[in-house]
């Protein structure tokens, strides 16, 4: 089952939908429905070495430099999506590579103040069960590739919980 059909067999509250499906930024998404700055929390941020997935993903030497990144993006104080990212940092336009350095800045804003154009590539879309994430019974897992000149320049996965906070 493709990505899409997957995700409309899914029970699950339409602003979550939409924010699950989505091949633009979150971030955005999250403003707009809950009418609050969305804030980028940064959990844990550091570099790594490829291993043989990751250099695969990218392209890249095994051990090249991976910047792995660990972010909560809450709205009104309510948190909404676990996000974890990766990206070769030799793969990063030099802006791009300069913010995504920096903490507490979304993805999304990172590429459009540079100008960078992408598509988001959809991997995988599951609900998981007793997630330890949120205190949610259920959570909704989506993995993609961000890819720009036909390279991937990160790879994210986001956990969103399955429950009544995303009833907007």
């Not at 971030?27 to 959990?43: G, Q, R, Y």
């Not at 309510?78 to 990766?86: H, I, M, Q, T």
């Not at 988001?120 to 069960?129: A, Q, T």
Request: proline share 5%; net charge negative.
């Amino acid at each position: 089952m493709d990505f899409l059909e997957k995700l409309k067999s899914f029970d699950i509250p339409t602003c979550l939908r939409v924010c699950a499906g989505t091949d633009g930024s979150v971030t955005f998404l999250l403003e707009i429905m809950t009418k609050h700055p969305t804030a980028v929390v940064t959990e844990n941020q550091h570099v790594i070495p490829a291993d043989e997935k990751a250099a695969d993903i990218f392209g890249v030497a095994v051990g090249a430099d991976i910047n792995e990144r660990v972010v909560t993006l809450t709205a009104g104080d309510v948190p909404y999506v676990f996000a974890r990212s990766l990206s070769a940092i030799e793969k990063m336009p030099e802006g791009v590579r300069s913010d995504m350095m920096k903490a507490d800045i979304p993805i999304g804003r990172i590429l459009r103040d540079h100008n960078v154009e992408t598509r988001r590539d959809f991997e995988s879309i599951d609900i998981l069960e007793d997630s330890p994430l949120f205190g949610a019974q259920k959570v909704l897992s989506r993995s993609y590739r961000i890819v720009h000149h036909n390279g991937v320049l990160m790879w994210i996965n986001e956990i969103f919980p399955v429950d009544d906070r995303w009833c907007l």
